[in-house]
C-alpha cells in the first residue's frame, strides 16, 4: 500500500519543479528591481551635487554684482558654505550630521540677510539675478536632501526577504536527499545575502562602501582656492 504522505514521487517532483522555478523567477525579478530602484536614487544624489556645486560656483560670480562690502561678505559665507556641503557627503555620525544641517541652515540664513537689504533698497536686474541664484542654491540643499531621504520603503524589504526565505527553503526541500553537497547548497542563500548587501549598500548614501564622491564640489573648492590665492599676486604685478 502507498504512504499517504508521498513526497518525492514523480508527480510531487513535477509540481515542485514548477513551484521552484515560479518562486525563483519571482525572486528574481524583484531583486532586478529593487536594484534598478536603487541604482536610480544613486544617480539622482549625484545629478543633485552636480546641481549643487553649478548653483553655488554660479552664485559666487555674480556675488560680483553686489556692493563691494555685501559681495565680500557673500563669497565668505558662499566659501564657508561650500565647506559644509562637502562635509555632508562624508561619512559622519548622526550628532555630526546634525550639527552640519544646523550649521548650513544659519549659512543660509546668514546669506539671505545680506542680500535682503541689497535687493529691498535696490531692486535692479542685476541684484534680482543674484536673489535668484542665492534662490537656487537653497533650493539645491533641499532638493539633495529630499533625494538623501528618499530610500527603498521597509516594506519592500520584508516583502523581498520573506520571497528569499521562501525561495531558499523550497531549494532545500527540493535538494534534502543529497546531504553530501550541503556546502554546494548554501551557495544560493550566499548569493541572494550578497545581492541583499549590495542593493542595501547602494541605498545608503551616507554609510556603506558605495558612497557619493562630492567631486564636483570639491573641484570647486579648489577652484575658488586658487582664484583667492592668485588675487594678491596680480595685484603687486600691477
Do not use: C
Amino acid at each position: 500500500m502507498l504512504s499517504k504522505y508521498r513526497t518525492k514521487d514523480t508527480e510531487t517532483s513535477a509540481d515542485l519543479g514548477i513551484i521552484q522555478s515560479a518562486t525563483l523567477t519571482l525572486l528574481g525579478l524583484i531583486i532586478g528591481f529593487t536594484f534598478s530602484m536603487a541604482i536610480a536614487r544613486y544617480d539622482l544624489r549625484q545629478t543633485y551635487e552636480e546641481a549643487e556645486a553649478n548653483a553655488i560656483g554660479t552664485e559666487f560670480l555674480r556675488a560680483d554684482l553686489l556692493p563691494s562690502k555685501t559681495a565680500e561678505s557673500i563669497k565668505e559665507l558662499l566659501n564657508e558654505y561650500l565647506d559644509q556641503r562637502i562635509l555632508f557627503y562624508s561619512k559622519q555620525n548622526q550628532e555630526t550630521a546634525k550639527q552640519i544641517t544646523q550649521r548650513t541652515t544659519a549659512i543660509e540664513n546668514a546669506m539671505w540677510n545680506e542680500i535682503l537689504p541689497v535687493a529691498r533698497t535696490q531692486p535692479t536686474p542685476p541684484i534680482t539675478l543674484v536673489v535668484s541664484g542665492m534662490n537656487d542654491v537653497i533650493n539645491a540643499r533641499g532638493y539633495t536632501q529630499a533625494a538623501w531621504w528618499n530610500r527603498i520603503p521597509t516594506a519592500a524589504w520584508w516583502l523581498m526577504a520573506a520571497i528569499a526565505v521562501g525561495a531558499n527553503i523550497l531549494v532545500g526541500f527540493g535538494a534534502r536527499n543529497f546531504k553530501h553537497n550541503v556546502g554546494l547548497f548554501m551557495i544560493f542563500p550566499t548569493m541572494i545575502a550578497i545581492a541583499f548587501f549590495l542593493i542595501a549598500d547602494i541605498d545608503s548614501p551616507r554609510g556603506g562602501v558605495i558612497r557619493i564622491d562630492p567631486r564636483n564640489l570639491i573641484d570647486l573648492k579648489q577652484s575658488i582656492s586658487s582664484v583667492n590665492n592668485s588675487l594678491p599676486t596680480i595685484g603687486l604685478n600691477k
